[in-house]
C-alpha cells in the first residue's frame, strides 16, 4: 500500500479489506448511470460498526471524501465516485442478524440485498413488502439511503414506512441508535427519518431493524390495453375502489416495443398506446368475480380495448415481466432518465402539459413512459439516438428538464420520486424545494458532517 493515508488507515480499521486494483475502481466506482469514469482513492470494504467509525474518523483527519455504496443499481449518481473517494462498500455487512417474532422485525446489515431480505421474512412466515425489478442486486443500505419506493407503493408504502430502528455513524464518527425498534416513540425529533433519503450525505446506515408485514394473499394480475391517457385514469379510479389492489403501474406502446425486442411475449395482437399491469387480492371468488366485473365494465365503457387475467404464478411473472423488463431493454441506449411524481390528482393536468412540452422538445427523440402511476410517479426515458453523441445529448436534455421542472414547480410535484437526487438531479432540486429548505438542509448536514465529508457534490 503506497499511498500512506492507506497504510494509515489499514493500522487504525485492521479488519477493513482494501481494494486498489484498477477493476475494483472501476467496479466500485460507479452506478447505473454510466455518465461519469470512476476514480476513487481505494475501496474499504468494513465489516463491523466499529471499523466504519475509524473509517470516518481516519478521512475527517485525512480530509478525505466517503461514498457509502451498497448495490450501487441508483440512477441518479448518489455512488459515484470520481474524484479520489474512499468508496465503504457494504458487502461484508450483508447477513440477517436478527428475527423478533413478536415485534415482526428482521435485523440486518446495510448490504444485505432487498431480495435476501423478502426471502428471509418468508422464512419466518411474514412479508418484506418493499419490491422493484433490482431486487436482486440492490441493497438495504441503499434503499434506505434513497427511501426506495417500487411496484407496490400503492399498498405498502416506501421504504421509510418499514423502518423501525437504525445504527447509523454521522460524518463525524459517532455511532447513533435511532428509535430502537420502537412503535411509539414521542421523545424528541425523529432522527431516522432525516437520515432515510439523505443520500450517504449525512453519515452511514451500518444496521437496520425492518418492520415485517403479514403474508400476502393470493393476488392475480391484469394487463389492459389502454386507448388514451384519460381512460387509464378512469379504469384506475374504478380499480382502485372495486379492486384490493397491490400495483397499478403503466407502461406506452413505445415501452412494450423495446421489452418485446428484448424477448418478451407480446401480449395481445394489436398494439394499444397505454398499457396498465395491475395486481389484486383474489383469495376468494368474489374478488376474483369483482375483478372481472370490473373488466367487462371499461371494455364496455371504452376505457379499455383488450385485456387478460392471469390464471396461474408463471401467467402473473409474465405479465409483470413486461413491465419489469422495461429499464434493461432500455440500457443499450443510455436513457436519460427523469423521475418525477406529482399527486395523483393532478397526474392528467400535469401529463397533458408534460405530452405537449416533451412532443415540441424532441419532437424526433424516442421518448419512453412508464411508471407507477397508482402513486402519481412517472418515469420519461428519452433515448439517446445513435448518431447523436452522449454529451450533446444529455446537454440538450438537460434544457429540457430545467422546463419540466418548472412545470413539476406549477403543478406542486417533485423533480425525484424515488431515484434520488444524487449528481444527476442536483441543478434542478432548487425547482421543487424551496430556498428556506435547501437552506435548512445544508443546516442540518453541517452539524452531521461538518468536515463535508460525506458523499460529498450529491444532492447539495
Ligand atoms: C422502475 O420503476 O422500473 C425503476 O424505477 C427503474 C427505472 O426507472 O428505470
Ligand atoms: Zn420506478
Not at 39 to 51: E, N, Q, V
Not at 142 to 147: C, D, F, L, M, S
Not at 340 to 363: N, W
Amino acid at each position: 500500500m503506497t499511498d500512506p493515508r492507506l497504510a494509515d488507515l489499514a493500522r487504525r480499521a485492521p479488519e477493513t479489506r482494501l481494494l486498489t486494483e484498477p477493476s475494483d475502481l472501476e467496479h466500485y466506482g460507479r452506478d447505473w448511470t454510466r455518465r461519469w469514469t470512476p476514480a476513487p482513492l481505494a475501496i474499504a470494504l468494513p465489516s463491523t460498526a466499529g471499523d466504519v467509525q475509524a473509517i470516518v474518523r481516519w478521512a475527517r483527519e485525512h480530509q478525505v471524501a466517503i461514498v457509502p455504496s451498497g448495490g450501487r443499481t441508483g440512477l441518479s449518481g448518489g455512488a459515484v465516485a470520481a474524484h479520489g473517494e474512499l468508496v465503504v462498500a457494504f458487502d461484508r455487512m450483508n447477513q440477517v442478524l436478527g428475527f423478533d417474532p413478536v415485534d415482526a422485525t428482521l435485523t440486518v446489515g446495510p448490504g444485505i440485498a432487498l431480495e435476501a431480505v423478502q426471502n428471509a421474512a418468508r422464512e419466518h412466515g411474514l412479508a418484506y413488502p418493499v419490491d422493484f425489478a433490482a431486487r436482486g442486486s440492490c441493497s438495504i443500505g441503499g434503499n434506505i439511503a434513497t427511501n426506495a419506493g417500487g411496484i407496490r407503493v400503492i399498498r405498502y408504502g416506501l421504504t421509510r414506512q418499514w423502518v423501525a430502528g437504525l445504527k447509523f455513524v454521522t460524518g463525524t464518527g459517532e455511532l447513533l441508535e435511532l428509535n430502537r425498534g420502537l412503535v411509539k416513540n414521542a421523545s424528541g425529533y425523529d432522527l431516522r427519518h432525516l437520515v432515510i433519503g439523505s443520500e450517504g450525505t449525512l453519515g452511514m446506515v451500518v444496521e437496520a431493524t425492518l418492520w415485517l408485514a403479514p403474508p400476502p394473499p393470493p393476488t392475480h394480475v391484469m394487463l389492459l390495453a389502454v386507448p388514451a391517457m384519460d381512460a387509464l385514469m378512469r379504469v384506475f379510479a374504478v380499480a382502485r375502489v372495486k379492486l384490493q389492489l397491490e400495483a397499478f403501474e403503466f407502461f406506452t406502446d413505445r415501452a412494450l416495443e423495446h421489452v418485446l425486442a428484448h424477448g418478451a411475449q407480446a401480449p395481445f395482437d394489436v398494439l394499444s398506446p397505454y398499457y396498465v399491469v395491475a395486481e389484486f387480492d383474489a383469495g376468494d371468488e368474489a374478488s376474483q368475480a369483482a375483478a372481472l366485473d370490473m373488466f367487462e365494465a371499461c371494455l364496455e365503457a371504452g376505457w379499455v380495448t383488450d385485456g387478460v387475467i392471469s390464471s396461474s404464478d408463471a401467467q402473473a411473472a409474465s405479465l409483470w415481466r413486461l413491465r419489469e423488463g422495461i429499464t434493461e431493454s432500455l440500457a443499450r441506449y443510455k436513457p436519460y432518465k427523469n423521475d418525477i411524481s406529482v399527486r395523483i390528482g393532478a397526474v392528467p393536468a400535469f401529463m397533458a402539459d408534460m405530452h405537449g412540452l416533451l412532443a415540441r422538445e424532441y419532437p424526433t427523440f424516442d421518448v419512453v413512459w412508464f411508471g407507477h402511476i397508482g402513486d402519481g410517479n412517472l418515469h420519461i426515458n428519452v433515448l439517446k439516438p445513435d448518431e447523436l453523441d452522449q454529451e450533446s445529448f444529455v446537454a440538450q436534455c438537460e434544457v429540457v428538464t430545467k422546463h419540466l421542472a418548472a412545470m413539476l414547480h406549477k403543478h406542486g410535484g417533485s423533480i425525484s420520486a424515488e431515484h434520488g437526487i444524487g449528481l444527476v438531479k442536483k441543478p434542478y432540486l432548487e425547482g421543487t424545494r424551496s430556498h428556506e429548505e435547501i437552506a435548512l438542509m445544508r443546516g442540518i448536514k453541517a452539524v452531521l458532517d461538518p468536515d463535508g465529508i460525506m458523499n460529498p457534490g450529491k444532492v447539495l
